[in-house]
């Protein structure tokens, strides 16, 4: 007996012998200090990450890692190595990281359910293909009328009382969104099923921040008593598990239920399967549809809202670019209509003011973070299985390498199509992960763009002295980041387009 206790001792020391020592020819990436069981926590960044991160490239390059007590977490700031992995070994890297918080605290109807956060696999394969059949490049010409009509009223609003620019970019996307979606029009920004989604975002935004929850670095914590002392997260994850329930059903089962009787606008994407599906296989299919079409407002709304923020504060800081681009509009269109998403084509200029802003100001300046899905080595540097990765493409869109003073906005750096449609798909993400809901997230953008662009010159707001107040290049910190708070004022450019917008706006609903 002691002699098979030795042997089996024997053997379980070589083994554990062997596997150490492999483990240390193994070459780990440069990054912070890493200490015994805490690694780099004490380096991790809280807020805006993605600048520190920027930083941090001039000392470890354009890939490193943090060892955030056990966690591996890969930042990516070089583009080439971002596409090296994210697209090129798509089938490993898109896959995302195991959420605690965000998906086993709220059980069977937690995020981890929705498409942003569902692992890589065959249901996250089903969810994309219901949102991508619907917004493919030919399909969302379909919704140009709604985006035109959207965002002629939100000019529209604004120029009459400009102070409200942020509540009524959140209210009419909000609309496009959920109209497109749901076939659910919205007539007020206290609508129910829009506040219910804002808060549903809200949700999201603070439990997919990386490191924001210590339970999601340390999963045992999950299981502490909910009256322990620094237990609170445990009844965040309750009241958050009833909201998203609410959040992913309430819209969908409107919509099923008010088709027949013609509530239900016509077409829109859950309405579309749902007129177009058996009932007894529409009983398979209902939770992706449920999870893959709320994704739509939560990927969407703060995303677009943020990006037409960015858009407004260049202008201001920059009139000469507005001036440029009215020349642009006045002569492809006119100024006896309003700019369709049709006109597009026929604007190089205004394209290149979106796709500046989507690089000036990148919403997401991390994405959503990205987890490996099976060890690899890149460059002799070992990544292991279930490591955090984190693409900054804040600093990829502000590389002064690839873009050359990249803090000015310059709609002129770009030469080509090309530039700018490279530009416009890095602000949407990378590999398998890129955003299902681009093409149609770029309709709503140019709508807003071009129809505020045409009518209006956009002016800095004033100080209780009547001065001038210029804005601040400062964003919130969070996975999807807003311009803090400017003032801004819009002045008509004609009577003309007065009429125009108030004639545009008072469209009944399709």
């Not at 930042?75 to 971002?82: M, R, T």
């Not at 009844?235 to 013609?262: F, I, Q």
């Not at 763009?449 to 969070?478: K, N």
Request: with cysteine.
């Amino acid at each position: 007996m002691n002699s098979t206790y030795t042997a089996v001792s024997l053997v379980l020391a070589i083994g554990l012998w062997f596997i150490h020592a492999q483990r240390a020819k193994r070459r780990l990436l440069p990054g912070p200090p890493r200490l015994p069981f805490i690694g780099s926590a004490l380096y991790m960044p809280t807020r805006r990450p993605w600048l520190v991160f920027s930083e941090w490239d001039k000392t470890y390059g354009g890939i490193f890692q943090l060892d955030v007590l056990g966690k591996s977490i890969v930042v990516i700031n070089s583009l080439k190595i971002a596409k090296d992995l994210l697209d090129k070994r798509s089938s490993i890297y898109s896959d995302r990281p195991h959420a605690i918080m965000a998906g086993d605290l709220n059980e069977s109807i937690g995020f981890s359910k929705s498409l942003g956060f569902l692992p890589y696999g065959d249901t996250w394969r089903k969810q994309r293909r219901i949102v991508i059949q619907n917004f493919t490049p030919s399909m969302v010409p379909k919704y140009h009328a709604l985006q035109e009509k959207e965002a002629a009223t939100l000019v529209k609003n604004v120029l009459e009382d400009p102070d409200t620019l942020r509540k009524e970019l959140h209210f009419r996307i909000g609309v496009i969104i959920l109209r497109a979606t749901y076939g659910y029009y919205v007539t007020s920004p206290d609508d129910y099923i829009l506040q219910l989604g804002r808060k549903g975002i809200e949700c999201f935004s603070r439990t997919s921040a990386p490191g924001r929850y210590l339970v999601d670095m340390i999963p045992a914590l999950q299981y502490l008593p909910s009256w322990m002392p620094g237990a609170d997260f445990l009844k965040e994850a309750a009241e958050m598990r009833t909201l998203l329930h609410e959040v992913a059903n309430a819209p969908y089962h409107w919509c099923k239920s008010n088709l027949d009787n013609g509530k239900t606008l016509m077409p829109n994407l859950c309405g579309t399967i749902i007129q177009n599906t058996e009932e007894e296989e529409l009983k398979e299919v209902q939770h992706n549809v449920i999870w893959g079409a709320v994704s739509m407002l939560g990927g969407g709304l703060d995303t677009n809202v943020s990006t037409a923020l960015s858009f407004v504060m260049a202008m201001i800081l920059h009139p000469e670019i507005q001036k440029k681009a009215q020349a642009e509009l006045d002569a492809v269109v006119g100024k006896e209509r309003l700019p369709l998403i049709s006109d597009r084509a026929n604007m190089p200029y205004v394209r290149r003011i979106m796709a500046e802003t989507l690089r000036w100001g990148p919403p997401a300046p991390l994405s959503l973070p990205h987890a490996v899905s099976e060890d690899d080595v890149y460059e002799g540097y070992y990544i292991p299985k279930g490591t955090l990765v984190l693409p900054n493409i804040w600093h990829m869109l502000h590389d002064p390498e690839v873009y050359p003073n990249p803090a000015q906005f310059n709609p002129d750096r770009f030469a080509t199509d090309e530039d700018v449609s490279k530009t416009q798909e890095l602000a949407f993400g990378f590999g398998r992960r890129i955003c299902p809901g681009m093409h149609f997230a770029e309709g709503s953008l140019f709508a807003i763009i071009a129809t505020m662009l045409a009518t209006c010159d956009i002016l800095p707001g004033l100080d209780a002295q009547g001065r001038e107040v210029m804005p601040e290049c400062v964003y919130t910190s969070g996975t999807v980041v807003l311009p803090e708070a400017f003032g801004v004022r819009l002045r008509a450019r004609s009577k003309v387009v007065v009429g125009l917008l108030d004639e545009a706006s008072a469209v009944p609903p399709e």
